[in-house]
């Protein structure tokens, strides 16, 4: 299990970088490497160059700001999950985190390089379209900024172009008094979602929600907003009536698919259950 | 092969593209022309002869490979060895003295029987030592000490031993009252 | 004699290498200049080969050789059939390199030899094979239907092997049977997955035409007699060495693996050590494995609950080959009654080929179907008779008294009776029903549902013969310069910890410390009678056959002590490495001894002056050595058991089910269980915890999964869910120690123990749990999440 032969360089700038991915459309991005190298070794990815973005200064910061946390491309899963100011500005992501496989692999893999993998069961995509995110990325025409809906399109399919790189990612803070709340179900500890949901929820003066929105991994084709479900749920008070009402709405709007970790139904029936929870538990921390 | 015969010609290396990598490993420094594709498992074992370090999957599953890459445990089959040009690496092989005696870490698994076939232990033990050695407090409950092994698969000991060579590691290594 | 070391918690000799990271595994041993194998394998499960283009592969920088059926020689072969039995007609076996026809996803049609495995790895995928696929039938049970395609066009229904074994008059007795239970189970294909994949090196020096060969096997004087036939070498001449081996669990007994006889041959026509260490994927989908069998079982019972006879019938799934013969279906077949008296048994199975990865067995070795069918089929019964689980088995667990218990007609994988030897069974049972605090059970679970949880009490019994034969020897030998003790057998350890226990069993008879008697195994140079470690009979067989020696030894130490201590025998013990005159401070060094015992010519040291010829103790008249006298203190001997010895053992839990979720949570697991007198409980209780770890693997997470057309779906850690620390629950165990009668040191195996009623449990608590709930029957494993949902969408 050792992976092919790449061409390997190391650029020193974002510029260079990303006309090293121009000259080679086979060019892969290394940052971290977490899903890259294992993919690699089993020889299910086997890219022409590898354009390992370690030793470009600027991108492995973490800042609050502006209503929201900026993830630099170098910035590890650890380092985000252990950082109080993230865990003070979004705790979603903190709760979130605790599921992204171990904490070794967390000590290199990559927030941004996680979104760009783009694993249709994976927590940090879901969280991104659950915060309302967007990644900055930059191209051989100038940079752009694409919101989280736009940027994942299919498992493993995003909508970087071929000769872009994602700089940075942008989680907006959670708004005042909000409750939030990440729940997923694995098999095994560590693994990918069978299937995960998130909420952020605000309740008005008189406890009816404000706002919320849900989402979803491991139960489409990628990270899904529940809109349907949230539909139901805004101006609620949370009866258990609404409560069940949203998750079966959010049933209805994923596909599900059975695989060898569960069949449709199961995963069906197990995602309402914990689109339920993700709504109790954020009302429950909803101020 | 037989005696009397002329022995083949044979290739003697790859045709890979080399690579000079220098990192620090257990406090030496190390400079090596390697492979770009060389994993950082690889170069440890073969290039360096610290065969220690074990490798289980490959893949980034069993965590057999884990070594201590700038104070954090990481998987040393998810790592090309030029990735940790300029870096730190700690192995299996730093941590006993050199006369042979044990790091508390290793001892308390000897006590606590907490290995069998050995394989996975190499592994086992730096990402236990990288959470020992950390400025964080780390959980000593039953969950808590789960958590932290979990990541690192064994397919010997059903992990309950190695549990208690945790919690007996975290005691020995903790400051003693007066000390520092 | 000091405390006695046998039954204590020594700590293990080998631990402070693998710890410090200096274990000796395959790919850690140095060999200059090796060439490194990857393997082209199959992709379909069925296929005729049309051509295979090698021209790419041989021409890319960095190959040493490529290998085809074609220039293999004499490895063109079918490989042998390890275990004849009457059951099987023309067993099929594999090929080192396929020719021809391809029977599995996996299996090696052609061999790079390269630089490196990178290198080699990229060779592999320039073999051009052109295959015409044909249709396949993974299903065990539509495989035997007429029609369906055949994997050999040789075998019918696929139909590989088919016995029956009859024990008592179960015709007659089910004539008066007052109730009866009818049951189906299945427990799906599932692998050993060590830690250490396999591995083999080899070299050899074609100055003195010594091949070695470091093999990861279990096995290695049998691969060494294997290669030495098959390459027409001396034996002498083949040296097979089974250094550190990162667990076996069955998967590395099977001989030959294709590497075992091509990397050796590569190495020997190349010049060049050749080194081929499996990857986690290739373990996957080429190293054997176990598990699935469909049982349909019926007990015929009297109102009472007394089983008086069962019938069972199985379905064996065997894989594309069967070189390991019926092993584990027979074991499966001679287990099936459990520890229960059922005196009238008709056991049938018939092993089918299935176009997958060759099933041999992996640790339980068809003893885990087997239990699970049996009990299964008590909880069925005690529920349609209105009884509780414990009394049901109290019914008819076979009582203290009646061992041994004899299942006449039945033969076991030794090929010898099944003869229950000694137990404690009712005493097993009532300890587990008082740990699990099972009398109040009933009314702690109406409480929790009350609170909305769902609470199940898992209970099963098994049993496991143990310690089978033909034998293995023990050499033991006290070295004139240290006085250290040296042992060989000719098993090998995968991390059982054979090094410690059996010097606490040399050590006790010789008075050293235990650090002090150093263990080498596993290797042909230094030991080389012998068959190999499997069916938990290393402490058994090699361990009486150790005893025996050493007793030997300690028979010679104590006479030659005695002429040099101007003592009677009688007065002399030997302790704390020396021979003491009773009650005295007059002693010899056991170095001094062995040495004095060696009449020498030249005085190396202070203790070989006092042993040459002309030393005033040494002079008399005539030859140093009498006529059948031996220099040194040395002896070998061997053990050869009579018949297997049974372990057996309760495991019970309290488990909880999450409906919502579809989770099983284990609150509490407690595992009663007897091997005997334990030589060291330390290494028994690990053994037997990674042995439910194992099980709880197979019970709840770990799945072969195979396509439709054969391929793997999950041949990486990452689908194929191997537990973490997280899945697995603290567990109480507690012993008892029922001595066998069959050997001296009253031994019996635990290597399998741990893993065998795991399933057993976790269904009979899973089903007690959702029982409100109208969750049905739990007869098939793993359990998954999947499966509790279809239950309860069911009910």
Same mark, same amino acid.
């Given at each position: ?287 | ?10 290739? %003697? ?92 870490? %290793? ?8 290995? %069998? ?61 007066? %000390?520092? | ?80 059939? =390890? ?58 049970? +539509? ?102 081996? $990162? ?38 989908? $080429? ?15 009297? +109102? ?150 769902? =609470? ?86 090699? $361990? ?42 007059? +002693? ?101 915890? $990674? ?105």
């Amino acid at each position: 299990m050792k992976p092919s032969l790449f061409d390997y360089v190391a650029p020193r700038s974002v510029d260079e970088a990303v006309g090293l991915l121009k000259e080679d459309s086979g060019a892969m991005i290394l940052a971290g490497g977490q899903s890259l190298i294992p993919a690699m070794n089993m020889r299910l990815a086997s890219p022409s160059r590898l354009i390992d973005i370690q030793n470009i200064p600027g991108l492995s910061h973490i800042t609050i700001g502006n209503g929201k946390i900026a993830v630099g491309a170098m910035a590890r899963h650890r380092e985000v999950e252990l950082h109080d100011g993230v865990a003070a500005a979004n705790p979603v992501l903190r709760a979130a985190l605790g599921h992204v496989a171990h904490i070794p692999i967390r000590n290199r893999g990559t927030v941004v390089g996680s979104l760009c993998h783009a694993d249709a069961a994976a927590e940090m995509p879901m969280i991104l379209v659950l915060t309302g995110g967007s990644v900055q990325v930059a191209g051989s025409d100038g940079g752009r900024e694409i919101a989280a809906q736009d940027f994942f399109q299919f498992h493993m399919t995003t909508s970087r172009q071929p000769d872009e790189m994602v700089v940075e990612a942008h989680f907006p803070a959670l708004p005042p008094g909000a409750g939030f709340a990440f729940e997923e179900f694995t098999r095994r500890h560590g693994d990918y979602a069978i299937a995960a949901a998130g909420c952020i929820l605000t309740r008005n003066g008189a406890g009816a929600v404000a706002t919320v929105a849900l989402a979803a991994c491991g139960v489409s084709s990628k990270p899904l907003r529940l809109a349907a479900a949230e539909q139901i749920l805004a101006g609620s008070r949370l009866t258990a009536a609404d409560i069940k009402a949203a998750g079966d709405a959010a049933c209805a709007a994923v596909t599900a698919p059975g695989d060898m970790h569960a069949t449709a139904g199961y995963r069906k029936h197990l995602f309402a259950t914990l689109v339920r929870r993700a709504v109790e538990r954020a009302a429950a921390r909803a101020q | 092969m037989a005696r009397g015969k002329i022995k083949p010609k044979l290739p %003697q290396s790859s045709d890979d593209p080399r690579v000079s990598v220098k990192l620090t490993v257990n406090g030496e420094e190390v400079t090596r022309e390697v492979s770009v594709r060389m994993l950082l498992s690889d170069f440890l074992r073969h290039e360096l002869g610290l065969t220690g370090t074990h490798v289980g999957c490959e893949h980034g599953i069993c965590g057999a490979c884990t070594i201590v890459m700038d104070g954090k445990a990481a998987r040393s089959c998810l790592t090309f060895a030029v990735q940790a040009s300029g870096r730190e690496i700690r192995t299996i092989e730093s941590l006993a003295d050199p006369d042979g005696t044990l790091h508390p870490l %290793q001892q308390a698994f000897q006590d606590c029987h907490g290995l %069998q076939c050995g394989y996975c232990t190499p592994g086992m033990i730096m990402n236990i030592l990288s959470h020992l050695e950390s400025d964080t407090e780390i959980d000593l409950s039953d969950a808590g000490v789960r958590e932290i092994l979990a990541g690192n698969l064994c397919r010997c000991t059903g992990y309950q031993n190695i549990i208690s060579a945790v919690r007996r590691a975290a005691d020995h290594m903790a400051p003693k009252a007066g %000390q520092e | 004699m000091s405390t006695r070391l046998f039954g204590a918690r020594i700590k293990r000799n080998i631990d402070p290498q693998l710890l410090r990271g200096e274990g000796s595994f395959i790919d850690d041993i140095p060999l200059a200049q090796a060439l490194h194998v990857a393997f082209v394998r199959s992709p379909f499960a069925r296929a005729r080969i049309n051509s295979i283009d090698i021209s790419a592969a041989v021409a890319h920088p960095g190959v040493a050789a490529v290998y085809t059926c074609d220039n293999v020689g004499a490895l063109d072969i079918e490989m042998p059939l =390890l275990i004849p039995h009457s059951s099987m007609h023309d067993a099929r076996t594999q090929r080192p390199l396929a020719r021809d026809d391809v029977y599995y996803v996996g299996q090696t049609v052609a061999m790079i030899v390269a630089v490196d495995r990178y290198t080699a790895e990229d060779a592999a995928a320039l073999v051009d094979v052109d295959y015409d696929p044909r249709d396949v039938e993974v299903d065990l049970e +539509k495989a035997i239907l007429d029609g369906a395609p055949l994997v050999h066009d040789t075998h019918e229904q696929n139909i590989a092997a088919h016995f029956v074994q009859v024990s008592g008059y179960p015709d007659s007795a089910i004539a008066q049977a007052e109730h009866v239970t009818k049951i189906r189970v299945q427990v799906d294909r599932s692998t050993a997955a060590p830690m250490e994949c396999r591995a083999v090196a080899a070299q050899f020096d074609e100055v003195t035409g010594e091949l070695t060969v470091w093999d990861g096997t279990q096995a290695p004087i049998s691969v060494r007699g294997g290669l030495a036939s098959i390459f027409k070498l001396d034996e002498d001449k083949v040296r097979v060495i089974a250094p550190n081996v $990162g667990g076996g669990f069955g998967q590395k007994v099977l001989l030959f693996y294709p590497d075992e006889l091509l990397v050796p041959m590569a190495a020997m026509q190349l010049g060049r050590p050749v080194k081929y260490i499996e990857d986690r994927r290739e373990n996957f989908v $080429g190293s054997s494995q176990e598990r699935t069998q469909i049982h349909f079982m019926e007990l015929y019972a009297k +109102k009472t609950g007394e089983v008086i006879a069962l019938r069972d019938s199985f379905l064996h799934d065997t894989g594309a080959f069967i070189p390991y013969g019926i092993a584990v279906a027979q074991v499966a077949s001679t287990s099936i009654a459990g520890p229960y008296r059922i005196p009238n048994i008709w056991v049938e199975f018939k092993a089918i080929y299935t176009p997958t990865v060759p099933v041999t067995p992996y640790r339980g070795c068809g003893r885990p179907q087997a239990c699970f069918a049996i009990e299964r089929a008590m909880d069925q019964l005690a529920d349609e008779l209105g009884l509780d689980r414990f009394e049901i088995r109290r019914r008819n667990l076979i009582a203290d008294h009646e061992f041994p218990y004899d299942r006449e007609g039945l033969i076991f994988a030794d090929g010898l009776k099944v003869s229950l030897d000694s137990g404690q069974y009712h005493k097993a049972l009532a300890m587990m029903e008082e740990r699990l605090d099972a009398p109040s059970f009933a009314s702690a679970q109406a409480k929790a549902r009350a609170e909305g949880k769902h =609470l199940g009490l898992g209970l099963a019994f098994y049993v496991e013969g143990t310690g089978l034969g033909p034998y293995e020897g023990g050499h033991v030998r006290i070295h004139p310069i240290t006085g250290k003790v040296y042992v060989n057998t000719g098993l090998t350890s995968q991390g059982q910890g054979h090094d410690t226990v059996f010097a606490q069993i040399a050590a006790d008879q010789l008075g050293v410390k235990p650090e002090d008697v150093i263990l080498v195994e596993g290797d042909t140079k230094a030991f080389d009678w012998g068959v190999a470690t499997f069916a938990s009979r290393a402490a058994v067989v090699s $361990g009486n056959a150790i005893h025996k020696s050493a007793m030997i030894v300690r028979r010679k130490a104590l006479q030659a002590a005695a002429n040099m201590l101007e003592a009677d025998v009688g007065d002399v013990e030997l302790k704390d490495g020396a021979a003491w005159v009773k009650g005295t401070d007059r +002693k010899v060094p056991l170095s001094a001894v062995a040495t004095a015992t060696n009449p020498l010519r030249y005085a190396f040291n202070e203790a070989a002056q006092a042993a040459t010829q002309f030393a005033p103790a040494s002079r008399h008249d005539g030859p140093s050595l009498d006529e059948g006298e031996h220099p040194g203190l040395e002896a070998t001997d061997y053990y050869s058991p009579p018949c297997a010895t049974w372990a057996y053992g309760v495991h019970g839990a309290l488990i909880e089910v999450d409906p919502e979720l579809c989770s099983v949570t284990i609150r509490k697991y407690v595992c009663i269980h007897d091997c005997g007198n334990m030589i060291n409980p330390m290494i028994v209780e690990g053994q037997v915890m $990674g042995g439910i770890a194992q099980g709880l693997g197979g019970a709840m997470y770990e799945r072969i999964e195979f396509d439709e057309t054969g391929n793997m779906l999950n041949a990486n850690f990452v689908d194929f869910l191997v537990p973490y620390a997280t899945e697995i629950p603290d567990v109480e165990i507690l012993h008892l120690e029922t001595p066998s009668p069959l050997n001296a040191l009253g031994v019996k195996g635990v290597g399998e123990a741990g893993c065998i009623a795991v399933g057993a449990v976790v269904a009979s608590g899973v089903e007690d749990a959702l029982k409100a709930l109208g969750g049905g029957k739990f007869r098939h494993t793993p359990i998954t999440p999947s499966m509790i949902h279809a239950a309860l969408d069911a009910a």
